[in-house]
Every structure is written in structure tokens, then in C-alpha cells.
């Protein structure tokens, strides 16, 4: 495979943005290298952690005899969802490629504690929250743990894990929510600096930190701190190719090099980080950092059915004629994928609109024969399906707060996907029109400056909305204001309405958001 060859090679010359750098140079000093494999925010997308493990067993083929100390370490939502089975399969792998220790992301935490406890009994690697406030009767009391010290050949190397910050916007409204806390971005920047300077005074002057924190929080952490040498991290998406000054390469308030990682989302990538320290002084003097595509791997047959093994083994539909491919730009645009799927939860339950955020639509339908197991790979993040009211004042108001995605610095929490709507929103997030599209495919104009509170529609989305995710909606399910609550996702409803189809389906962008400038 020439493909993970060339990712320990230099891929970009340009003088900002390389695959390597050398920050000095001295033939005298005593050298560490340290090599370390990353991955980030595969949310429950089993055929690429399938790719990605295949993808793992030619990197330790052509590193076996590479003299360096070894990591696998993770930032977090590798798992997404509440389904336990998912949630086995995403330890599951992590244990098959190897992974020492992870920092907790939002995802894990989709389960309720006693759930996530147990999952992670055989996990042969650390879970890790430094910033998280947990009870000491909960079960995940003995489960996760705020850092640790790992030896490799004599070198010893603190390894320190933070969860999200938005933790709790960030998972649907569950025990897990009501009992774990977690401190504010603040705090935690006090209690890992206290960590990191115990930890030098025990001698240790490599630290390296999981970071389900995003982008943003993790260059402030890096010019805020002092000691941090590395940052593996997460939750942003951002894919973060080579070094880039000023980007993922940082200098500490004392001035010395912090390297930052992330590989992107949904296993779409994987990462190898390669460094050289000035053994004594603890400080990177060397730096080489590749991502690579999971594509190019085919997915390992024994993890595939380890998968069906735990998964179940997935069922036939139907065939899909034709499909648009994934979107460019996944929580910005308007997506045919996602459209299809609002449409069959629309017609499944035969309510008036459907809805759900660009986020939630990780994956994309491919021409030709389909099964279960291809609908998950779209919708993976097992959330419970909803029955509410809402009025046509908040169904405005939710739309146009999502459209504020087109202004934040990480397109979050994405536009609204709907079924029964259609919509009108400029580049700048300003929504221009909305309309309501009934049963018979009827147009009716929304009066977005002054919706008709008496007017109320029959919506479904899943609970993570209804239960405030996003701030999208007030939260639903607490307050009472729901009719039913289903204990399966998207994709039971999705799979339910493509085997109904008498013909291959034809998925297509039908206008039914137009983005203008």
C-alpha cells in the first residue's frame, strides 16, 4: 500500500505548511522520537474504522522495526449514539487497533452511565476526563480517569484527557446530562496547568493531551499553558494537514513548540504523528505530521464480521438508481441525502414536517443495491425518534437559528434538513422566505416577520433536538410537550420506507433550500 508510505513523507513544500519541521538543531543533544497514531471523531462509522484498522496493520508492518516509542491514542467520539451494541463495536475496535487511552468525547456520553460504565468494562485502553465533575457513587467513578503516566523504554510520558466544555449541549437529554458535570473552559485551563506542573516535578517533561475540545480551545490551551508539548484533538472536524505556523504550531507562554492534531470527522482520515525531543529538556526539536485518507484501505473482513457479530448482519432493501454523492460542505448545503431521509420519517409517520440538523446526516447514499446496514453508515447516531406540536412561530424561529450556522467560526450547529418545508437563506444567514409544503405537495407561504402562533403542525425529529440539543428548540421532553417517543432513529424508518418502493429510488436535490448571495 504506497498509500501509507508516502504519508511519512513530505507532502507540502510550501515554507508555512509542511509535513515536517525542525524547529533547531543540535548534533550534541540526546534525542527521544516518539511515533503516534491518532484518530478522532469516527462517530459510529464502522465501515471506516474497518478501513482504518486495515490501515493500521500496514503501519505496523512498515514500522516494526522503526526505534521509537509507540502510541495509539484517540480524542474522542469514536462511538456516537445511545445504541450499546454500536457502543460495544466502537470499544470493540478501538481494542483491535490498539488505542492506549482516549479522551471522552459528547458522544460517549449519548448513553446513560451505568450503559457506558459496562461498555467500557473490557476496554483494554484509559478513558480520560481531567475537566469532568463525576459523583462518586456513579458508576463511572472507577471508569474514567483525569491522566495518567505511560513508560515507554524508560521515557515516561504524561498523558492528561479533557471532555468537551459544551458537553452538555452537545448529548440529548439523559442521565448522563443530570449527573456528570463539567467545568467551565476557565476552570479547566487552571486545574491542567496545575496537572501539568505537578507532573514536572515529578520529572516528567513530555505531556501529551487528548482533547475533545476543538480547534479553538486547543490553540488557546496551547498558548495559555506551559508544558503541553502535544495536543491530540477533536470535536471540531478540522482536518489539519502537516504543520502550520500559527495553525496546529503554537509556542507555550514559556515560549517552546506545542503541536496540535486533528483528523477531520466521520474516520475519513487517520493521522501519524512523529516527533524528536531534546531528551533532557523535554521540548520538541522535530516534527512530522501526515493524515490519510481511510478510502484507500479496504475494510478488514475479520473486523466485518465481528461487526455482524455484535451488529447483527444487516438487511437487503432495495436499490437506489441514483444519488448525488456527499455534499461539499456537510452542514451548510443543501443535502439530497438528508432530504431523502426527512421524507421517508415524514411519510413513515405521517406527520407534516420532519426535521432534523445538517449535522446529524453523517454519510451519503451510493447507486446500487442498499442494506441496513448502508443507512446507518448516513445516520449513525442512534438517537430515539419524537411525535410534537410545534407552532409556526417556532418552527420560524428554529430555522432561523440554525441559519446563524452560516456566520459561526465552525458552521455549527448546521442548517436545518426538513421535510414538508421549504426555505429561502443568503450566505450571510438571513432567512428571506419559508413555506409549508402539505401532503398533496401544496405550497403555502409562512409569514416569517409575523408567524401565525395559532397555527400548529404535527413535526417529527429525534430526541436529541427535542430535548434541546443545539439550543435549537426549548427542551421538549422535560417540559412535557411531547406526544410520543419511539425507541428507534432515522434509519429504522428510512430502511422501513425504501423497502416499500416498487422501483429504484432516485435521490436528487429537489430546491427545496436555496442558499443565496
Known sequence: ???????????????????????????????????????????????????????????????????????????????????????????????????????????????????????????KFKSLGLNLKIPQDNPLNSV??????????????????????????????????????????????????????EYKKQGINKIILLSHCGLTKDQQIAKETDGIDIIIGGHTHDLLKGIEVG???????????????????????????????????????????????????????????????????????????????????????????AFFIMDAVRKEFDVDIALTNAGNVRGFFEAGPIDSRGVFEVVPLKNNMVKLKLTEPEIVDAIKKSAKSFTDPGSKPGIMMPSGLKYTVTKQGEIKSISYIDKNNNETSIDINNPNPNKVYSVAMDDFMASGGDSIFENKIESGKVDEVFDFDKDKLTCDFIKKQTAPVEIKDDGRITIID
Not at 48 to 61: F, G, L, S, V
Not at 66 to 82: E, H, T
Not at 97 to 122: F, M, Q, S
Not at 172 to 197: H, M, P, W, Y
Request: hydrophobic share 35%; net charge neutral; proline share 4%.
Open 144 to 197: 474514567i480517569e483525569k491522566s495518567f503516566v505511560a513508560d515507554k523504554n524508560g521515557h515516561k510520558y504524561a498523558i492528561i484527557g479533557l471532555a468537551p466544555p459544551d458537553l452538555h449541549e452537545r448529548i440529548r437529554d439523559n442521565d448522563s446530562r443530570k449527573q456528570i458535570g463539567v467545568d467551565n473552559f476557565d476552570d479547566t485551563l487552571k486545574e491542567l496547568q496545575n496537572a501539568v506542573n
Open 1 to 123: 500500500m504506497n498509500l501509507l508510505v508516502n504519508t511519512f513523507q513530505i507532502q507540502n513544500s510550501l515554507p508555512s505548511r509542511r509535513a515536517n519541521l525542525t524547529f533547531q538543531k543540535n548534533d550534541n543533544v540526546k534525542t527521544v522520537d516518539t511515533d503516534i497514531f491518532y484518530i478522532n471523531d469516527i462517530h459510529g462509522r464502522i465501515g471506516n474504522m474497518a478501513r482504518i484498522y486495515t490501515a493500521k496493520q500496514h503501519y505496523d508492518y512498515l514500522n516494526k522495526d522503526v526505534n521509537a516509542d509507540k502510541f495509539v491514542l484517540s480524542a474522542g467520539d469514536i462511538s456516537a449514539g445511545a445504541d450499546l451494541n454500536l457502543v460495544k463495536a466502537a470499544n470493540t475496535y478501538m481494542n483491535g487497533v490498539g488505542v492506549e487511552a482516549t479522551a471522552d468525547g459528547n458522544h460517549e456520553y449519548d448513553a446513560n452511565p451505568p450503559e457506558i460504565a459496562k461498555a467500557k468494562e473490557n476496554a
Open 247 to 337: 495553525k496546529n504550531l503554537l509556542y507555550s507562554k514559556s515560549n517552546e513548540p506545542v503541536i496540535i492534531t486533528q483528523a477531520g470527522k466521520d474516520g475519513e482520515y487517520f493521522g501519524n504523528l512523529k516527533v524528536t525531543w531534546d531528551d533532557e529538556k523535554g521540548i520538541i526539536i522535530k516534527a512530522q505530521n501526515n493524515v490519510t485518507p481511510s478510502v484507500g484501505f479496504k475494510r478488514n473482513r475479520v473486523l466485518k464480521g465481528v461487526f455482524d457479530q455484535i451488529l447483527g448482519k444487516p438487511e437487503q432493501l432495495g436499490e437506489i438508481k441514483s444519488a448525488p454523492g456527499p455534499s461539499k460542505n456537510r452542514l451548510l448545503d443543501p443535502n439530497p441525502n
